[in-house]
């Protein structure tokens, strides 16, 4: 008996490490997904930056504007789907706590794109509505009413397209961007918007509650 | 990120890939010996005792097949125990020639009627057979050698289910095939750890020498079996004798049958739970009784996983709902946010597990149908197994946790 139990012993921490191995494997692979999605998301901001400098530079005022905003919106629209994305895959990733250190990451590409936001708006006089979505990562209790939110939002997105943009942040990741914007603006709990720098709207928000803020 | 939830699930997994591997691996090494039984070296005399309370139903069959029995007639007893029947089991019984009948007050509990029967026997060796059991033939002549070994206390059959006609009674006949196929698995670590009443042989002398069955317990067969062990005899399991016995066919009756089982289990627990991971118990306190525990832990456990993980699930959505109303937003594009396509399409470990043991409880059944000979055609044999490790694995633990209370609370019961 003896030998047969250590047998066992022996296979099933073997298997059972090797499942572990595999999970992790799978959720490291998901990682360095996320990593190459965000390194090339960072590149293609960079170029986006550089191109609306250059369009300034080089063209006369209002195309330039015009150009700039336009590729403000796409990027706008690649990071939003890329953040549903990565959501997908924070989900149901178990293993691997790396994952908050790309969810800062894709936070401050996040950050960098509404600051640029919120400089077109002065410089080209933009007519558009700027929603920043403050969720929580950690905070389980808040889940429900974020995913309600994140369904509105995305609903009102594909409504009102280029006439809002989306910034989603993470609450609870410790950037000290974020934290100087939640003292700044007393956001204390999730979900709560920010609406063009200026209005704040804690809970659950319809379509109808927002659109007195923001223009679609 | 890992919550207690994630932590309890990674060990009901370890737990259950550890027992699935301890039977795959016992399988593999003695797939030759299943069906091997010793060579018959002589006739032992044999009484044949048949309990039997209100059964006038099954009797006369019953007792038909052990006339059948293909074992030498003078050495050959049948003795049939009438526990207080109110209909014609008696007057059944006393029709057959040869067959002896002993009308006794019904006590409550079976095991008052074997040890009755145990007292009136006059033969080297007993069998036990349910009233509603059907032995074949060469049952007991296959049974028989494996007393060769004086270390043999007790020899089990392959029990089956007779002419499942209804779901409760064909999901029954897939359990039975996989319970003789881990019962034999199980003797080759001395785990056999119960002679089912549907056709069991003891040694008399045994019996007597370790008090006979216990009468304050639901599951004598269960406790006598324990007992053997704790007083250093073994249990084999003659694969070849096979019986057949009638199944609950309904939910309830099965219900009852199983909560009688399982607060029987648990008695039988609570009996000798001291002699747990104690070696000079040999497999009773090193196999039997650690297997018994955790087997409740895992139940428990694995139960306890499901609901949680379902109870979150029904709440989220729920809510989902409620509040996707309330904030007049697209109930629709939350149906289509599904965290479970992404546990498929985008796996974790969880998923490997999962998928892992569901594969494994497949071979499982598989192996087991055909080890035992059980043939299962076509879609409705797969809507069977699928039944079976879905709907009908899932009551187990609710139904130990209800033994568990009916336990606690003493509640008396009868047979």
């Known amino acids: 008996m003896k030998n047969i139990i250590i047998k066992t012993t022996i296979m099933s921490i073997i298997i059972f490490v090797l499942g572990i191995l595999i999970g992790v494997w799978l959720d490291n692979s998901r990682i360095e997904e996320i990593k190459g999605t965000l390194t090339s998301m960072d590149i293609e901001w960079n170029d986006a930056r550089l191109q609306s400098s250059f369009y300034q530079k080089f063209t006369n005022n209002s195309e330039s504007c015009e150009n700039a905003i336009k590729s403000n919106f796409d990027f706008n629209d690649k990071i939003y789907k890329e953040g549903i994305e990565i959501e997908r895959r924070e989900n149901v990733n178990k293993l691997d706590i790396e994952i908050i250190n790309e969810k800062i990451r894709y936070a401050l590409l996040q950050l960098q794109f509404w600051s640029n936001s919120i400089n077109l708006k002065e410089s080209c006089k933009a007519n558009y509505s700027s929603i920043v979505y403050f969720y929580s990562f950690f905070d389980e209790n808040a889940k429900i009413d974020q995913r309600i939110q994140s369904v509105i939002l995305s609903d009102l997105k594909e409504e009102c397209g280029n006439k809002i943009i989306l910034v989603p942040l993470p609450f609870d990741l410790n950037v000290s961007t974020v934290e100087f914007i939640k003292s700044e603006y007393k956001i204390n709990s999730t979900p709560s918007l920010l609406i063009n720098e200026k209005i704040v709207l804690t809970g659950i928000q319809n379509k109808e509650d927002i659109l007195k803020y923001a223009s679609c | ?415």
């Open chain 2, 1 to 415: 990120m890992l919550y207690a939830v994630d932590i309890a699930y990674l060990v009901f997994a370890f737990i259950t890939l550890y027992f699935t591997i301890l039977f795959f691996l016992l399988f593999l090494e003695n797939k030759k010996s299943i069906y091997k039984i010793p060579k018959l070296l002589r006739y032992p005399s044999m009484s044949i005792i048949v309990p039997a309370h209100n059964e006038e139903k099954n009797i006369g069959k019953t007792i038909k097949n052990l006339k059948k029995l293909i074992y030498p007639k003078n050495k050959l007893e049948i003795i049939v125990v009438n526990d207080g029947s109110t209909d014609k089991t008696g007057e059944i019984a006393r029709n057959f020639k040869g067959v002896k009948v002993f009308d006794k007050v019904n006590q409550g509990k079976k095991a008052y009627a074997i040890n009755f029967g145990v007292s009136k026997a006059k033969n080297e060796i007993i069998a036990c057979i349910d009233a509603d059991s059907f032995p074949k033939p060469d049952s007991i002549l296959k049974a028989v050698p494996f007393f060769n070994d004086p270390i043999v206390g007790a020899v089990t059959t392959s029990v089956f289910v007779k002419e499942p006609k209804n779901l409760i009674q064909k999901l029954q006949y897939l359990e039975y095939a996989m319970i003789v196929w881990t019962r034999k698995l199980l003797e080759f670590v001395d785990g056999i750890y119960v002679t089912p009443g549907a056709l069991s042989l003891y040694r008399k002398d045994v019996l007597q020498k370790i008090g006979g069955f216990d009468e304050n317990n639901l599951t004598e067969d269960i406790e006598i079996a324990w007992r053997m062990i704790h007083q250093g005899y073994i249990i084999k399991m003659s694969t070849p004798s096979k019986v057949y016995t009638t199944v609950p066919s309904s939910f309830k009756k099965w219900w009852a049958q199983r909560i009688r089982w399982n607060v029987g289990g648990l008695q039988t627990s609570a009996k000798y739970v001291d002699t747990l991971f104690r070696s000079r118990f040999k497999s009773l306190g090193m196999f039997i009784v650690p297997f018994f525990i955790l087997s409740y832990f895992v139940s428990l456990l694995g139960f306890g996983v499901f609901v949680y993980v379902l109870g979150t699930a029904i709440f989220n959505f729920s809510s989902l709902f409620f509040k996707s109303f309330l904030y007049k937003s697209d109930p629709l594009s939350l149906i289509n946010y599904s965290y479970f396509a992404d546990f498929l399409i985008l796996p974790n470990v969880f998923t490997i597990f999962g998928l892992g043991i569901f594969i494994l409880s497949l071979l499982w059944i598989f192996i087991s149908l055909k080890t035992t000979g059980i043939k299962i055609k076509g879609l409705s044999g797969v809507y069977k197994i699928l039944v079976y490790l879905t709907l009908y694995i899932t009551a187990f633990p609710i139904i130990l946790i209800n033994s568990i209370f009916k336990f606690l609370k003493s509640k008396k019961y009868s047979w």
